[in-house]
C-alpha cells in the first residue's frame, strides 16, 4: 500500500515529548524525533513519513498527500487523541477509500475504547506494533494480522490475537535512512542537547516498575531487548555520514543503563567513532561504568529523579534510595558528566513538606539543568489504577492538559489539593534557578560561548511565556 506515516498537527507550542510519550506545552519548546513512527516506516518501501509539529505544517498539505495513499498510520496519545481522531476525520473526508490506523500507548491499552471513540479509524495497534504495520501495508486481511483491535464491515470491532514481541533488535533497519529521506534535523531542538542533535533507541523495555511511567507499562515491556552494540555503531556510522552537521547523539531508551556492560561496550564503539553522546540514566550507575562512558564521549545524562523523598520513591517503586543517588550525581560532577535531572511533583505520598523536601534535594545535587512536571496518571499506568481506585482522580475530569496544551494536576489528595500541587511547579523553578550560584554559572556559560548565550535568552523568553500560560490556565 503507498503509506503514510503521520504525527498530526498539534496544539501551537507543542512539545513532541521523548516518542511522544507525552504531547504538553513545556517550559522550553523542544522537539524529539518521531522513532516510534520512523522504525515501521523504515519496513515499508516507498513510504513517508510527516511529523507535522516540527515542520510547522497544517492540514493543507497533508490532506493534499491523502488523496494518493491507501493507508495512513497515525501516532497517537491520550492528550492528543480527541484533536487526532478530527485528524483522521478530516483524511477520511479527503479520501473515503483510504484505510487509517492509529499506534501509541493511548490505544495500546484502551483498543476497543479508542475504536468506540473514533468512528474513521478502521484499526488501532496493540502494544509493539512496527510488524504489524507491515503485514498490513503488504496487503495481509486485517482478520490475519496479530496484534491489531479492527472495524469489519458491518461495523463490528474485533479483537485479533496478541503479537510476540520482538526479540532480535538487530532485525529492525536503522530509522536514520527515514530521518534522511523525510526529515529536516535542524527542526528538532532540545534545549540540554547540543543543536542539530539525533535520537535514537539503542533497544526497548525497562527493568524497573515505576508505576507512573507509560512506556514500560504500555507498549515496551520491563524485559531490555537490545541492539547489539555493533548494530548501533554502525548506525552512528551512517548517521555521521549523512549528517555531518550533528553535534550530538542521544540514545533514548527507557534506561540506557540498565545494562552495565552492554553501556561500556556501546560507550567505546562511539569513543572509536569519535562522537559525542548523551543517554538516559537511572542514578545508579557506578563510578567506574561513568568514568568508561565519559572517557569516551558521553557529555550528559538525561537521570529521573523524580523526589527527595525516600518515601515517595517507596510508594512508586522507584528501586531508588536517595543516598546512592546523591553519590551517583556527586560523581558525575567530578567526572564533569553534565545531568538534566527529571522532577515529578504530585505523587502519592506528597506533600506540602516533601514538595520542599525535594526542592532543597535538588538544590544540594545541583544538576545542570532540570525539568519538573505534574504527576500525569496515564490509562494502562499502575498509578492510573491506584489514584482511580483511591478517589486520587476525578475521572470524569481526568484531562491531562487543557485546550490550550498546558498540563494540568489532575491529582488530588485529602491534604493537598489541585491548585497547591499545580502552583508547586513554578516554586520549584523560582527556587532552584533564580538563585545566586545558579544564575552566576548560566551567566558564565552564556559569556564563554556567544551561540550559548543565544540559546539561553531564547529559553528564558520561551520560559516566561511558559508561566504566563501557566497562569492563564
Known amino acids: ?277 548523551s543517554c538516559n540514566a537511572k542514578a545508579n550507575v557506578p563510578y567506574e561504568t561513568l568514568k568508561v562512558m565519559k572517557e569516551n564521549g558521553l557529555r550528559l545524562l538525561l537521570v529521573g529523579y523524580e523526589s527527595g523523598n525516600q518515601q515517595i520513591l517507596h510508594n512508586i517503586k522507584k528501586g531508588m534510595r536517595v543516598e546512592v543517588a546523591k553519590e551517583f550525581t556527586k560523581n558525575c560532577h567530578k567526572l564533569g558528566i553534565k545531568i538534566h535531572g527529571t522532577f515529578i511533583v504530585g505523587l502519592p505520598g506528597e506533600t506540602k513538606e516533601t514538595i520542599q523536601e525535594t526542592i532543597a534535594f535538588a538544590k544540594e545535587i545541583n544538576p545542570h539543568t532540570l525539568q519538573v512536571s505534574l504527576a500525569a496518571p496515564y490509562p494502562g499506568t499502575a498509578l492510573h489504577k491506584q489514584a482511580t481506585e483511591n478517589g486520587w482522580l476525578n475521572v470524569d475530569a481526568a484531562e491531562l492538559i487543557d485546550e490550550n496544551g498546558v498540563q494540568i494536576a489532575p491529582l488530588h489528595y485529602p491534604h493537598l489539593s489541585h491548585t497547591e500541587i499545580f502552583e508547586s511547579v513554578e516554586e520549584f523553578y523560582r527556587k532552584f534557578y533564580f538563585r545566586g550560584s545558579k544564575i552566576a554559572s548560566i551567566l558564565n556559560e552564556m559569556i564563554r560561548s556567544p551561540q550559548m548565550m543565544k540559546r539561553r535568552l531564547r529559553e528564558g523568553v520561551e520560559f516566561f511565556q511558559f508561566l504566563k500560560d501557566r497562569h492563564a490556565a
Open 1 to 277: 500500500m503507498r503509506t503514510l506515516f503521520l504525527q498530526p498537527p498539534s496544539f501551537d507550542g507543542f512539545d513532541g515529548g521523548a516518542g511522544s510519550r507525552y504531547q504538553a506545552k513545556r517550559e522550553i519548546k523542544s522537539f524529539w524525533f518521531p522513532t516510534w513512527l520512523a522504525q515501521p516506516a523504515a519496513l515499508v518501501p516507498g513510504s513517508r513519513l510527516i511529523d507535522a509539529p516540527p515542520a510547522k505544517m497544517g492540514m493543507d498539505p497533508i490532506l493534499e498527500d491523502v488523496k494518493n495513499r491507501d493507508l495512513v498510520v497515525m501516532h497517537t496519545s491520550t492528550p492528543s487523541f480527541a484533536s487526532d481522531v478530527r485528524v483522521a476525520q478530516m483524511i477520511k473526508d479527503a479520501n473515503p477509500k483510504i484505510m487509517i490506523g492509529m499506534v501509541g500507548a493511548k490505544v495500546a491499552v484502551q483498543p476497543e475504547e479508542s475504536m468506540k471513540q473514533g468512528g474513521p479509524i478502521d484499526f488501532v495497534a496493540r502494544n509493539e506494533f512496527d510488524f504489524t504495520i507491515k503485514e498490513i501495508a503488504e496487503g495481509k486481511p486485517l482478520a490475519e494480522v496479530d496484534g491489531i483491535t479492527w472495524r469489519n464491515a458491518e461495523g463490528e470491532i474485533i479483537a485479533n490475537k496478541d503479537r510476540a514481541m520482538i526479540e532480535d533488535m538487530d532485525s529492525l533497519p536503522f530509522v536514520t535512512e527515514v530521518y534522511k529521506r523525510d526529515l529536516n534535523i535542524n527542526d528538532y531542538f532540545i534545549g540540554y542537547l547540543k543543536h542539530p542533535y539525533i535520537s535514537i533507541y539503542t533497544g526497548r523495555g525497562c527493568k524497573s516498575r515505576c508505576t507512573f511511567c507509560l512506556w514500560p507499562q504500555t507498549v515496551g515491556g520491563h524485559r531490555y531487548r537490545t541492539r547489539s552494540p555493533e548494530h548501533v555503531a554502525a548506525e552512528i556510522r551512517l548517521a555521521k555520514q549523512y549528517f555531518p552537521d550533528v553535534q550530538e547523539f542521544m540514545f533514548d531508551d527507557d534506561t540506557f543503563t540498565d545494562d552495565l556492560p552492554r553501556a561500556e561496550a556501546i560507550a567505546r564503539e562511539m569513543g572509536k567513532l569519535g562522537v559525542t553522546w
